[in-house]
């Protein structure tokens, strides 16, 4: 009987190494996922963060486009980049002083 009682006792030791070994398989395994997780969940907070940058980009060109789409606003364009005038108004261009270019002959 004794060699019976032995045969136990290296079952049972082996039961509970095997379950052991399945436990600390099972935290490292856990713990690999609570890494993955709490990486998807920043990466998560910068796609939102830019999401709501793009938003925001979207509806200032929306505005720009809206404002484009006015007369005044193409009248004010035209004569902030080509000069444009009214018919009717006279345009006066100032030239510096030719004290600021003391080699300049006068005219």
Do not use: H, N
Not at 4 to 22: D, H, I, N, P, Y
Not at 78 to 85: E, K, N, Q
């Amino acid at each position: 009987m004794p060699k019976q009682g032995k045969r136990v006792e290296f079952r049972l030791r082996f039961l509970f190494l095997c379950a052991a070994l399945m436990l600390a398989a099972s935290v490292l395994m856990f713990r690999g996922q609570d890494a993955q997780v709490l990486r998807l969940q920043d990466q998560l907070a910068q796609l939102q963060a830019e999401e709501y940058a793009e938003g925001l980009r979207g509806d200032r060109l929306r505005d720009q486009i809206q404002l484009s789409e006015t007369a005044g606003f193409r009248e004010r364009e035209a004569r902030r980049r080509f000069g444009y005038v009214r018919s009717g108004i006279t345009r006066f261009v100032a030239e510096e002083p030719l004290a600021d270019y003391p080699d300049a002959e006068p005219r």
